[in-house]
Nanobody
Framework: QVQLVESGGGLVQAGGSLRLSCVASGRTFSMYSMGWFRQAPGKEREFVARISRGDYSASYADAVKGRFTISTDNAWNTVYLQLNSLKPEDTAVYYC??????????WGQGTQVTVSS
């Protein structure tokens, strides 16, 4: 089992920045990638970014490329999402995700990001 706890959400004006954090605990050695998804009101949850443990390669949704950056600490206990140049359409609940060997997935409880115009 892996437990994920997000923090860092809040209310920010368009053009502003936020940094989200997700702390992992439990069987973190079994994780091979961590990522972020988001869900806006009335919409389905969508992929935002992911980072792989083996080579630290990162991938991003087209909507956030060049504005968001995903990173981890060396111990792979915490994954970060730096959100820059925020837009009102980035408003959503942001969820941390971990994929472990065996293809099981774990989710955090989410953190709200609200961008005002």
């Amino acid at each position: 089992q892996v437990q994920l706890v997000e923090s860092g959400g809040g209310l920010v004006q368009a053009g502003g920045s936020l940094r989200l954090s997700c702390v992992a605990s439990g069987r973190t050695f079994s994780m091979y990638s961590m990522g972020w998804f988001r869900q806006a009101p009335g919409k389905e949850r969508e992929f935002v970014a992911r980072i792989s443990r083996g080579d630290y390669s990162a991938s991003y949704a087209d909507a956030v490329k060049g504005r968001f950056t995903i990173s981890t600490d060396n111990a792979w206990n915490t994954v970060y999402l730096q959100l820059n140049s925020l837009k009102p359409e980035d408003t959503a609940v942001y969820y941390c995700n971990a994929v472990v060997y065996g293809a099981n997935e774990y989710w955090g409880q989410g953190t709200q990001v609200t961008v005002s115009s």
